[in-house]
């Protein structure tokens, strides 16, 4: 087999035989095949091909993927690296009001070398300043892919604050062009066959996707297997799912993980982030002749609309305000933040606020500077900050969302891992067991959990101040 390597696909050359063979190396099974129609009508086989036999290629991102498997298989192999590399036209790495840890220097000078990888980095490793590192180092046209408003603003000002010169934005009713282009995956999608959006993905020669295990999604895959970028970075603290169609796309479109450890243990034994310890407190069991199959009902029940619940989340979080925490209160729908920012009002002993995916930029905007501020003791939020949000106020995150994703929970938790004073960050969980789906969802937390070598404890009077753990006296770990 002969593999001739362009930014975007690799061009296979061989036989008929050859050809089949490569495509049974990047054939994927799809573990819901049985829930497609076409595959129960035999018309699909249930399989997902990243071999492309009209283009004789596949995403050259696979490149190493693909050797693996010839190696292990004893198939025989050419590579020609047909890609033209531009020549970097930063002179360093270094930016503005920032001393770089010595991982990140790493990063980004592999990062470099290298062209293409995905960066697996931890909340709070500094993502972005690795991601600044790069292109102040390479100096060229740059697309900054993100998928919220908040990331688009944020990033563009810690660039700017970086030292990063022609800044520019592309969203949020925005069209600011310029060297670097921090770009919504949205609006360039809503826009792609717009000329502007077809010379920024031919003419950048830098690319990053910002929390890029999103890229299973079609929208993020369409515009970055168009962008013709010849350096290619992934940035994310979760970037892999559980079905390989999704990490093979990831794959494909960026290229391998980047060969520097920065995990959550890295990051609190080298003591950059904050020490969690989680709380896991049982809830009052809901006593009802109600047996709801449906997930959904199931939820709305036992956690959305459950007032024993709510009422354990209100007192847990007051608990934590009155040893003078400020307190991240996340929850997965609007109604549900509603729901606690009531009980919240009825009680009138702290303040506190919601926050959500409908409540507009600034709206959102002004409650975290608020809260940045210690003007309002407690945010509610929605899932629109489980994602990139900087808030490093946070002593505390009560998670009233439930649900079981390892991705989202370890994001919803990096919210609050930014270093501090007493370098200790208290996560509330609920042991919820009213039905074989919540009981389900709570063991796969706590087994998260241990997996991450976090502190696990059992039992609200855990819930004491932090200064017990400063004081080395041990709390019963389960």
């Known amino acids: 087999m002969k593999f001739l390597i362009h930014n975007l696909w690799t061009k296979f050359e061989g036989s008929v035989e050859e050809e089949n063979l490569l495509d049974r190396f990047l054939a994927v099974q799809d573990p819901a095949r049985f829930h497609s129609r076409l595959f129960r009508q035999k018309i699909w086989d249930g399989y997902h091909?990243?071999?492309?036999?009209?283009?004789?290629?596949?995403?050259?991102?696979?490149?190493?993927?693909?050797?693996?498997?010839?190696?292990?298989?004893?198939?025989?192999?050419?590579?020609?690296?047909?890609?033209v590399k531009p020549e970097p036209l930063g002179k360093d790495f270094d930016l503005d009001d920032?001393?770089?840890?010595?991982?990140?220097?790493?990063?980004?000078?592999i990062a470099v070398e290298q062209g293409r990888a995905i960066i697996h980095a931890a909340t709070n490793s500094g993502k972005t300043e690795?991601?600044?590192?790069?292109?102040?180092?390479?100096?060229?046209?740059?697309?900054?892919?993100?998928?919220?408003?908040e990331l688009l603003m944020q990033t563009k000002k810690r660039f700017e604050m970086r030292g990063l010169n022609g800044v520019g934005i592309i969203g949020g009713g925005n069209y600011q062009p310029g060297l670097i282009n921090i770009s919504m995956v949205q609006t360039l999608y809503r826009y792609r066959y717009a000329e502007q959006v077809t010379e920024l993905l031919n003419n950048s020669k830098v690319l990053f996707i910002d929390e890029?295990?999103?890229?299973?999604?079609?929208?993020?895959?369409?515009?970055?297997?168009?962008?013709?970028?010849?350096?290619?970075?992934?940035?994310?603290?979760?970037?892999?799912?559980?079905?390989?169609f999704s990490d093979m796309r990831l794959l494909g479109a960026t290229g391998s993980v980047l060969p520097v450890k920065i995990d959550n243990q890295f990051m609190i034994t080298e003591g950059y982030s904050a020490i969690p310890y989680i709380v896991m407190i049982d809830t009052p069991?809901?006593?009802?002749?109600?047996?709801?199959?449906?997930?959904?009902?199931v939820y709305d029940l036992?956690?959305?609309?459950?007032?024993?619940?709510?009422?354990?989340?209100?007192?847990?979080?007051?608990?934590?305000?009155?040893?003078?925490?400020?307190?991240?209160?996340?929850?997965?729908?609007?109604?549900?933040?509603?729901?606690?920012?009531?009980l919240f009002r009825q009680r009138n002993n702290y303040i506190a606020e919601f926050v959500h995916g409908s409540s507009g930029y600034e709206q959102r905007d002004e409650a975290l500077n608020k809260f940045r501020n210690k003007q309002i003791d407690v945010l509610i939020a929605s899932t629109i900050?489980?994602?990139?949000?900087?808030?490093?106020?946070?002593?505390?995150?009560?998670?009233?969302?439930?649900?079981k994703s390892p991705i989202k929970l370890l994001q919803r938790i990096g919210r609050g891992l930014r270093r501090k004073e007493n370098n200790y960050l208290t996560i509330v969980d609920f042991n919820d067991?009213?039905?074989?789906?919540?009981?389900?969802?709570?063991?796969?937390?706590?087994?998260?959990?241990?997996?991450?070598?976090?502190?696990?404890?059992?039992?609200?009077?855990?819930?004491?101040?932090?200064?017990?753990?400063?004081?080395?006296?041990?709390?019963?770990?389960?």
């Open 49 to 83: 091909r990243f071999y492309n036999r009209r283009r004789r290629g596949f995403p050259s991102g696979l490149i190493n993927y693909v050797v693996g498997k010839c190696e292990k298989n004893n198939v025989p192999f050419e590579i020609v690296d047909g890609r």
């Open 98 to 109: 920032f001393t770089p840890r010595d991982y990140q220097i790493k990063a980004a000078q």
């Open 130 to 149: 690795i991601a600044a590192m790069i292109m102040k180092k390479l100096g060229l046209p740059t697309l900054y892919i993100v998928h919220t408003n």
């Open 212 to 244: 890029c295990q999103h890229l299973a999604a079609n929208t993020y895959y369409w515009l970055v297997m168009r962008c013709n970028a010849y350096y290619r970075y992934g940035l994310s603290g979760t970037p892999f799912r559980k079905d390989i």
């Open 285 to 297: 069991r809901l006593y009802t002749m109600m047996n709801p199959i449906s997930y959904a009902k």
């Open 302 to 342: 036992f956690v959305k609309n459950n007032t024993l619940r709510n009422t354990a989340v209100v007192d847990a979080t007051e608990k934590l305000c009155g040893q003078g925490k400020q307190v991240l209160v996340v929850v997965r729908q609007i109604d549900h933040g509603e729901n606690l920012l009531e």
């Open 385 to 403: 900050f489980d994602e990139g949000i900087d808030v490093p106020e946070i002593h505390a995150v009560v998670l009233a969302v439930g649900e």
């Open 433 to 478: 067991t009213d039905h074989r789906y919540v009981t389900k969802h709570t063991q796969e937390r706590k087994l998260v959990y241990v997996q991450q070598g976090f502190k696990l404890f059992h039992g609200s009077e855990h819930l004491d101040d932090v200064s017990k753990l400063e004081n080395n006296e041990l709390l019963k770990s389960e």
